[in-house]
C-alpha cells in the first residue's frame, strides 16, 4: 500500500500558510517538526480544562493534572520500549538531558576518570562535557569521524579503555545523517565498565524504540523534534543505575525531607525534575508520540528513503561537470536520516537559504548546525540541510531543486 | 511584499575586490565572529593619529556581510572610533526603523535588510570587528 502522505500532511494545519505568496515547503525538521493539530487539541484541552500544579495538590484540578502527566510518562515509555514510566524523566529539552546526565554522572567523577564522545557530535554533547572537564580534571576523549561521516569504530577498542566512565554518543547525525552502529559500542562499554548514553534527537523522530535493543543505559531526545511541543525533552534511564544517582538540581517536587541543614530526595524519576515541570508539554508529547505510533511507519521509512535518494541524485545530477556540491554523509542507496547537507562552492549558506525562502517558500537551515567541530574537521565554514519529515510531499523536493537552480543560476 | 535581499548594488559591492587582504604592517586588528552561523571577519587598520588611514578586511561570510565590509572600508578612511561607532550605531537605528521613517543615504542598497531582522548580524559584523580593532580613547 502507498503510503498516503497527503492525508498525513493535512492534519498540520500550518503546511497550508504562505511565505510571500509562495506555498510553505518546510524542510528544516531536523532543527524543529510541526506539529499534528492533535497535539494542540490535546495541549489546549488540558489548559482549559486541566490546568493545576502536579505532584502535592489534593484538589480536583491537580489529581487531574497529575494524573495526565504521569500518564504522559507512560506514553513515553512505551514509545522508547521501557520497563516502566519510572525510568522515564522529563527535562527541558534533549540539551538539558545531557547536561544534567554530565551533573550527575559526573559527582564522583575524578582525575584519570575519561568520558568518550565523537567527533560528530552536536555541541549538545560536546559542552557539557567539556564543562564536567572543567570541574573536576577528567579526560575527554574523541572518537574520529570517517570520510562519509560516520563515527569511525576502528580505534573503538583503544579508545574506550578500563578508565572510561561514560561514552556518550549521537545516535544519528544532524549534519550527516549517518546511524551509529549502537550494539558494537554498548557491547565495549559495558564490557570495560562504563555508562553508555544515546543522544536520540534525530533518531526519536523516526518511530517507537526498543532502547533496552540498542544496549543504551541512557537515551535522550527532545519533544519539538518529534511532532511535539517545544520546552520538553526525556532522559530514559535504567532504573537501577537512576536510583543509584545523586540528583543534579535541587528544589521543590523532587525531595522527601528538607531541614534546615540537610535534604532527602526522592526515588527516580522524581529525583531529577526539581520545581513545576512542563505539564502542558508533556501532555502534548505524549499526543505526539501516541500519533505518530499510529501512523504507517513502513510507509514512512519507504517515502522518506525515497525523497532523501531523489535530493542525493537531483544534487548530483545538479552539479554533473560542475564540481561545485559537496553532498556529506553516507552515499545514495546506504541506510541514513532522511536528511542531506550539503557545501556549494562560493555560495554561503545563508545565501541560499534566504533565496530558497524569499522567493520559493522553501524552508532550510544554514550555518555549521551547532557542529562546528564537524565542520572544521571537513574544512567547512557551514553547509545548507534540507531534513525531511513525514509530511513531506514530492512538491517540496521539486521546489527545493527549483530553487537550487536559481541559487546556483544567480551567485555564478 | 518584502524588497529583493540581493539588489544589483549588494551582488556588485559584494565582488569588489579593493580593500580586502592584508595590510603589512597594521596598528590595530581584531577578528568578529557570528555565532549563529560560524562567519568571521578580520579588521586590519593603518591610523594617522587618532584617524583611519587605512582599513583592510578578511572576511568569511555570506554576500551581505561581504558587501557590509568592502563598504566600510571604502567610508572608514578619516573616521576616527567616535566616528565609526557613530557610524555604526546609526546604520543599526537604519535596519530597526520603520520602511521609509528613516534615511541614511550612504546605507541606501542595504534598506532590503530591514526586514530581514535575523540578517542585521551579517552587516554589521564588519563595523563590530572595526570597533574591536580599535581602542577606546582613555577617559
Redesign the interface.
Known amino acids: 500500500m502507498t503510503y498516503d502522505v497527503d492525508r498525513v500532511a493535512a492534519q498540520f494545519s500550518i503546511l497550508t500558510r504562505l511565505v510571500?505568496?509562495n506555498p510553505l515547503h518546510y524542510l528544516d525538521n531536523a532543527a524543529t517538526s510541526q506539529v499534528p493539530d492533535c497535539v494542540i487539541e490535546a495541549m489546549v484541552t488540558h489548559e482549559t480544562t486541566r490546568r493545576a500544579n502536579v505532584k502535592r495538590g489534593v484538589h480536583l484540578l491537580s489529581e487531574e493534572a497529575d494524573e495526565a502527566y504521569e500518564e504522559a510518562r507512560a506514553e513515553v515509555a512505551r514509545y522508547l520500549g521501557a520497563d516502566c514510566p519510572d525510568e522515564v524523566v522529563f527535562t527541558s529539552g534533549a540539551t538539558a538531558g545531557i547536561n544534567l546526565l554530565a551533573l550527575s554522572l559526573g559527582q564522583d567523577m575524578k582525575p584519570g576518570d575519561e568520558v568518550l564522545i565523537s567527533q560528530l557530535e552536536h555541541h549538545s554533547n560536546i559542552i557539557p562535557w567539556q564543562m564536567l572537564r572543567q570541574r573536576t580534571g577528567i579526560t575527554l576523549r574523541y572518537l574520529p569521524v570517517t570520510r562519509d561521516g560516520r563515527i569511525d569504530l576502528n580505534d573503538l577498542e583503544r579508545c574506550i579503555t578500563g578508565n572510561t566512565r561514560v561514552v556518550a554518543l549521537t545516535h544519528g547525525s544532524n549534519v550527516t545523517g549517518a546511524i551509529t552502529n549502537a550494539g558494537a559500542i554498548a557491547a565495549l562499554a559495558h564490557d570495560r565498565g562504563a555508562r553508555f548514553m544515546l543522544d536520540g534527537a534525530q533518531t526519536a523522530p523516526h518511530g517507537p524504540l526498543e532502547v533496552k535493543a540498542l544496549g543504551a543505559d541512557f537515551y535522550v531526545f527532545s519533544s519539538h523534534k518529534v511532532y511535539g511541543p517545544s520546552g520538553i525533552g526525556v532522559i530514559w534511564g535504567k532504573q537501577e543505575l537512576l536510583e543509584r544517582m545523586p540528583p543534579a538540581f535541587g528544589g521543590g517536587e523532587m525531595i522527601e525531607h528538607v531541614d534546615m541543614e540537610t535534604f532527602t530526595s526522592m526515588s527516580p524519576p522524581h529525583r531529577f525534575e526539581a520545581g513545576t515541570p512542563p505539564i502542558t508539554q508533556a501532555v502534548g508529547l505524549a499526543a505526539a508520540l501516541k500519533w505518530l505510533g499510529a501512523q504507517d511507519l513502513e510507509g514512512i521509512y519507504r517515502h522518506l528513503t525515497y525523497l532523501t535518494d531523489q535530493l542525493i541524485e537531483g544534487l548530483e545530477h545538479m552539479d554533473r561537470g560542475r564540481e561545485r556540491i559537496r553532498i556529506l554523509g553516507p552515499v545514495r542507496g546506504e541506510e541514513r536520516l532522511p536528511l542531506v547537507s550539503f557545501s556549494v562552492d562560493g555560495i554561503?549558506?545563508?545565501?541560499i537559504c534566504?533565496?530558497m525562502n524569499?522567493h520559493h517558500g522553501v524552508a532550510l537551515r544554514?550555518?555549521?548546525h551547532c557542529a562546528?567541530p564537524l565542520?572544521d574537521l571537513y574544512g567547512l565554514?557551514?553547509t545548507t540541510r534540507a531534513s525531511l519529515a513525514v509530511y513531506t510531499r514530492k512538491g517540496d523536493i521539486d521546489a527545493f531543486f527549483e530553487g537550487m537552480e536559481h541559487c546556483l543560476e544567480?551567485?555564478t | 511584499m518584502k524588497k529583493d535581499l540581493y539588489g544589483d548594488q549588494i551582488l556588485e559591492w559584494a565582488e569588489r575586490s579593493e580593500h580586502m587582504g592584508a595590510i603589512e604592517n597594521p596598528d590595530y586588528e581584531a577578528t568578529a565572529t557570528n555565532p549563529l552561523c560560524g562567519d568571521k571577519v578580520t579588521i586590519q587598520v593603518l591610523m594617522d593619529g587618532d584617524t583611519i588611514r587605512q582599513l583592510c578586511c578578511k572576511v568569511r561570510g555570506c554576500l551581505l556581510c561581504k558587501a557590509s565590509c568592502v563598504h566600510l572600508a571604502h567610508m572608514a578612511g578619516g573616521l576616527d572610533r567616535t566616528d565609526l561607532k557613530d557610524l555604526r550605531d546609526g546604520f543599526e537605528q537604519f535596519l530597526k526603523a520603520d520602511d521609509d521613517t528613516m534615511d541614511l543615504p550612504s546605507h541606501e542598497m542595504f534598506s532590503p535588510v530591514r526586514s530581514h531582522k535575523s540578517r542585521y548580524r551579517c552587516v554589521l559584523l564588519p563595523y563590530n570587528a572595526a570597533l574591536k580593532a580599535l581602542p577606546e580613547p582613555e577617559k
Open positions: 510571500q505568496d554561503h549558506p545563508h545565501d534566504q533565496i524569499d544554514g550555518g555549521h562546528q565542520h565554514d557551514g544567480m551567485f
